[in-house]
């Protein structure tokens, strides 16, 4: 997992809504910064995403900054693919960039593992939280709530500690490309 303290990764990707060219320096006057790697077909991401647009929305006039990056192969899983990106988006009433990782660097910079996964970063670009949205999965049971996230972020937001004890995300592996497997897989 990438270290708590550690600067956020740069990166310039394509928006899969509007088209437009998305990089980190576009929120560096935000109080924080939240990247998200989803996915379209997993269902850990499905089971979620009606609160992933929720927190769009609920901090939309906040200091945060949010965007959703995916990086699956889409010769494999073409229904990740960019235009059904912004169906998606489009659909869920995402509020939030979409980006489009087509050559996976920056997922493997972040050092993503699944889908979904979490990084809030504070107004400095270090790295304060990394990990799960809440602890709900898929046929558990448990509502989603986001609460893990949010606690994470309202901190972030007032300028406070980040609890210690973070869960990491469980979903779905990303899907890399042939030969493009990160060493940290390794």
């Known amino acids: 997992m990438l270290p708590l303290g550690t600067k956020a990764p740069d990166f310039t990707l394509p ?10 320096s576009d929120y560096s006057d935000k109080e924080g910064l939240l990247v998200m790697f989803i996915c379209n077909h997993c269902p850990y991401v499905k089971h979620v995403r009606e609160e992933l647009a929720r927190i769009g929305k609920d901090y939309a006039d906040t200091g945060l900054g949010i965007v959703a990056i995916s990086a699956n192969d889409v010769a494999e899983y073409p229904q990740d693919g960019p235009d059904a990106m912004k ?36 107004a400095t670009g270090e790295l304060a939280y990394r990990g799960r949205l809440d602890e709900s999965r898929p046929d558990s049971g448990i509502p989603v709530t986001g609460s893990d996230l949010r606690t994470a972020i309202d901190a972030v937001l007032s300028d406070a500690p980040v609890a210690d004890e973070q869960w990491p995300s469980m979903g779905c592996s990303i899907k890399w490309k042939a030969g493009n497997t990160p060493v940290y897989f390794t």
């Open 15 to 24: 928006d899969t809504v509007t088209g437009d060219t998305v990089s980190l």
């Open 87 to 122: 169906v998606e988006a489009e659909t869920f009433g995402y509020t939030f960039p979409y980006l489009y990782d087509e050559e996976q660097n920056v997922t493997a910079a972040y050092t993503a593992m699944c889908t979904p996964d979490f990084f809030l970063f504070g």
